[in-house]
């Protein structure tokens, strides 16, 4: 079945190191892929997405590539900040009924950033 | 423009006892989502509304679990009778029919724990 593996946490890191969190899915079709954030106190919020093969998606410095030759989706970042520990959700959305629908997650990645 | 909202933010109940989550979407969504995430776990699909009907409730765990959106706003959740194994955190989210979007937008969650 459709599922997400994302790598344990958490991950902790010191102030301005490159972060990468590893993804990879196994999916029927083409799904649409995911990362979301969820800061300390509060609910998920999407981070960045992209919708088909080599696309890439990026925002506050994150990025993440679709690639389905690996069925990865691994996310970056060049230099982290305090502000950016959170927990961190790699999910893919199903398609059906003309649109993405059901969100599949992984377990979530703890970040943890050090001053 | 509010987001998603999310009522109570926190409930403790007894096992046996009956508890009603109540989400209100972002006005105009019509489409709504719940999940739920279980004891730090993956967060879980349950199921997708489109205005009043449920499109799919694949992930409704039992027949405990009852989900309603009359008039096609809010939707509450209802665990009758809850169960330890009904812990967790859960999310309500909601995202615009039609076009190309296929955002989720969440709301912050409503952590449940049954003692």
């Known amino acids: 079945g459709d599922s997400v593996t994302q790598m344990e946490g958490p991950v902790t890191l010191s102030e301005e190191a490159f972060l990468t969190i590893n993804c990879t899915y196994t999916a029927t079709g083409y799904p649409s892929l995911f990362w979301y954030v969820q800061y300390p106190g509060e609910g998920l919020q999407l981070l960045l997405k992209?919708?088909?093969?080599?696309d890439k998606g990026s925002n506050k410095g994150f990025e993440a590539t679709y690639r389905k030759e690996t069925t990865s989706f691994h996310l970056e970042k060049g230099s982290v900040q305090v502000s950016d520990s959170a927990v961190y959700f790699c999910?893919?959305?199903?398609?059906?009924?003309?649109?993405?629908?059901?969100?599949?997650f992984g377990t979530g990645t703890l970040l943890a950033v050090q001053p | 423009e509010a987001g998603v909202t999310q009522f109570p933010s926190h409930s403790v109940i007894e096992k046996g006892q009956t508890v009603t989550l109540r989400c209100d979407p972002i006005s105009g969504h019509d489409n709504l989502y719940w999940y739920r995430r279980v004891m730090g776990k993956e967060i879980k699909f349950l199921l997708h509304f489109v205005k009043e009907s449920k499109q799919d409730e694949s992930g409704m765990p039992n027949n405990r679990f009852l989900a309603e959106r009359t008039g096609g706003t809010y939707s509450t959740l209802k665990v009758q009778p809850a169960e330890l194994e009904d812990s967790g955190v859960y999310f309500c989210?909601?995202?615009?029919?039609?076009?190309?979007?296929?955002?989720?937008?969440f709301g912050p969650g409503t952590r449940l724990t049954v003692l």
């Open positions: 989210a909601s995202r615009l029919q039609g076009g190309s979007t296929d955002t989720q937008y």
């Open positions: 992209a919708t088909k093969a080599d």
């Open positions: 999910a893919l959305g199903l398609y059906y009924g003309g649109a993405t629908n059901k969100l599949i």
